[in-house]
């Protein structure tokens, strides 16, 4: 288990190499992000930005979403994965905020679980990113670094995420998510982790031959 005094030297390098990190999926306010966080469930960010370049083009906002249907919706985003499913929720997400919300983003964690295609992982990101609050949301890449480095073991991605609220100082939370996100993404990669560039080996139990891999 990593020290505390490691974990916040970890972190001070991760915000120094990022200092203003957020995410990387193209929004434009609380709705179209909380659209395009459904709409990245095992697809990328890339390809999550193409398909709502249209789709966000046509339907921006919770009405505009209902009235284009999910057929239509469907057509905007069939490049990714799960899409008729996928469209069918936004539809019904957007349908449900008019309902229930006045249209707008609830920032209530029930209320935004309680969202057709809204689990814990989308609502921490939304949380997160749109109401500043310090939640982590453990995705693959999350959930490879933090048992790589040692950082936060845990078998599954809940278990990571309660160890992670448990370790990662107060000051660091806010940020936390999109860290280890990048991190993941870019440098602690599933195959081959670019480990000579890594800005946290020095902490690392994986780099140190001290943890087994994930991924």
Same mark, same amino acid.
């Given at each position: ?18 200092? @203003? ?9 609380? &709705? ?16 999550? @930005? ?15 979403? /209902?009235? #284009? ?10 490049? #990714?994965?799960? &899409?008729? @499913?996928?469209?069918? @929720? /936004? ?33 921490? /990101? ?21 048992? !790589? ?14 160890? #992670? ?6 000051? &660091? ?28 080996? !020095? ?13």
């Amino acid at each position: 288990m990593m020290a505390p005094e490691a974990i916040d030297a970890l972190f001070e390098a991760l915000a120094a190499e990022r200092p @203003n990190p957020r995410t990387e999926l193209a929004y434009a306010d609380p &709705f179209t992000l909380l659209v395009a966080v459904v709409l990245s469930a095992q697809a990328t960010d890339v390809g999550v @930005n193409k398909a709502t370049a249209t789709l966000f083009a046509e339907a921006a906002t919770p009405e505009a979403m /209902v009235a #284009l249907g999910v057929e239509g919706v469907e057509g905007h985003i069939r490049s #990714l994965g799960l &899409f008729r @499913n996928k469209a069918r @929720n /936004v539809v019904a997400l957007a349908q449900q905020l008019i309902d229930l919300h006045g249209g707008a983003v609830p920032s209530d964690r029930g209320a935004l679980e309680a969202l057709p295609g809204v689990g814990r992982k989308t609502a921490n /990101v939304v949380l997160n990113e749109i109401f500043g609050e310090p939640t982590i949301a453990v995705d693959t890449h999350i959930f490879r670094v933090a048992n !790589r480095t040692g950082l936060a073991s845990g078998k599954t991605p809940a278990a990571v995420e309660d160890r #992670l609220l448990e370790v990662v100082p107060q000051r &660091f939370r806010r940020g936390a998510h999109h860290w280890l996100i990048l991190h993941g993404r870019y440098t602690c990669i599933a195959r081959r982790p670019r480990c000579t560039d890594c800005v946290i080996r !020095r902490w690392c139990a994986y780099a140190a031959g001290q943890a087994l891999d994930p991924a």
